[in-house]
C-alpha cells in the first residue's frame, strides 16, 4: 500500500507528556546508565534539523513528498528531544541548545563539510540519491524503533514506556515512508540499488556515530544490543533493510556492532565501524 503524504502531514502532531507523571521519577529514579542512553538518544533527536539542512543542498528536496515528509520529521523528532528532556530534567540533567551547539562547533570542520559532501554526492549520483537517501532513512528509523523499545524493556519503568511507546509510534510512521519510497526508487533502477547496497555496507554506521563521542556510542549500543535479546533484535533490523530491492544479504546492523566490539556474551569493546553519514 502506497504511503499517504497527505494524511501524514494532516495527522502529524507535536507528542505529548503533560499527561505523565514525571514527578513519578523523584521516587523512582532511572538508573545512571540509562540516563546515559536517554541524552544520548535525546542529542540525536535535537541533531535532526542538521542532518534536515544537509539534505536540502541534495536531489530530495526538489521531490515534493519527500520535502513534505522531512518538514513533518523535522518537526516531529524535536518534540521527541524535547520529551526526553523532560525526563532528564527530574534527574537533574538539563539539556540545552547552548550545549549542543558547542557539541556541534566541537566537530569543526567535519560539521561544516557534510552539507558539501551531500551536495556533491546528490549531483554525482543524480536522482539516484534519493533512493541511496530513502534506504539510508529506513535503516536508521528502523534501528530508532528497535532502541527505544530495548530501552522500555530494559529499564521496566511504567512511565519511561509509555513516553517510549508513544515515540516509537511517530517512528514506525517514519519507517513506513521511507520503507515506501525506498521499495519504489530501488525497483525502478538497478543502478540505484548497487549504489545504494554499495554505501550502506561500506559507509553507514549508527545513528549519532558522527556527533557523539566513541565512548558514548560504544556505551549506548552496547547497552541496547548487547547480549543474546540485542543480537536478535539486530538480526531482526538486518532482515528489515535485506527485504529491500537488491539488498539481500546485507547485515549492517550486525556489522556496525561487530565493529563496535558488542558481543553476545556483554557490551565489550573494540574499535567502531565506518563513519555515518547524515540522513
Known amino acids: ?31 545512571a546508565d540509562s540516563l546515559r542512553t536517554l541524552r544520548y538518544m535525546a542529542d540525536v533527536e535535537y541533531h535532526t534539523v542538521c542532518y534536515t539542512r544537509d539534505l ?4 530530495s528536496h526538489k521531490e515534493d513528498d519527500v520535502s513534505t515528509f522531512m518538514t513533518m520529521w523535522n518537526r516531529e523528532e ?26 556541534r562547533l566541537k566537530l569543526g570542520w567535519r560539521d561544516r563539510l557534510d552539507p558539501v559532501k551531500q551536495g556533491l554526492l546528490g549531483k554525482f549520483v543524480g536522482s539516484d540519491f534519493v533512493a541511496v537517501h530513502m534506504s539510508w532513512g529506513a535503516a536508521n528509523e528502523y534501528s530508532a524503533v528497535a532502541a527505544y523499545k530495548r530501552m522500555a524493556e530494559l529499564e521496566q519503568d511504567p512511565v519511561l514506556a509509555e513516553l517510549l511507546k508513544r515515540i516509537a509510534k511517530q517512528e514506525a510512521r517514519h519507517v513506513a515512508f521511507y520503507v515506501s519510497q525506498a521499495r ?21 554506521a549508527p545513528v549519532g556515530s558522527s ?31 535485506s527485504n529491500l530491492p537488491g539488498m539481500s544479504g546485507l547485515t549492517i546492523f550486525q ?18 565501524g565506518g563513519s555515518v553519514a547524515t540522513a
Open 1 to 31: 500500500m502506497a504511503f499517504d503524504i497527505d494524511k501524514f502531514a494532516a495527522t502529524s502532531e507535536r507528542i505529548t507528556w503533560d499527561d505523565l507523571d514525571l514527578d513519578h521519577f523523584k521516587k523512582n529514579p532511572l538508573s
Open 56 to 59: 536540502l543542498t541534495t536531489p
Open 78 to 103: 524535536f518534540w521527541h528531544g524535547e520529551a526526553l528532556a523532560a525526563i532528564l530534567e527530574v534527574h537533574g540533567v538539563k539539556v540545552d541548545y547552548d550545549q549542543l551547539r558547542a557539541n
Open 184 to 204: 519504489e526508487r530501488l525497483l525502478k533502477s538497478k543502478k540505484a540499488q548497487k549504489l545504494t547496497r554499495f554505501l550502506l555496507s561500506k559507509v553507514w
Open 211 to 241: 556527533i557523539m563521542e566513541l565512548d558514548d556510542v560504544r556505551f549506548v549500543f552496547g547497552q541496547l544490543m548487547s547480549g543474546v535479546d540485542g543480537r536478535k533484535a539486530a538480526a531482526k533490523l538486518d532482515q528489515n533493510i
Open 255 to 272: 556489522k556496525a556492532l561487530d565493529g563496535l566490539g558488542v558481543r553476545a556474551d556483554g557490551q565489550g569493546s573494540g574499535p567502531v
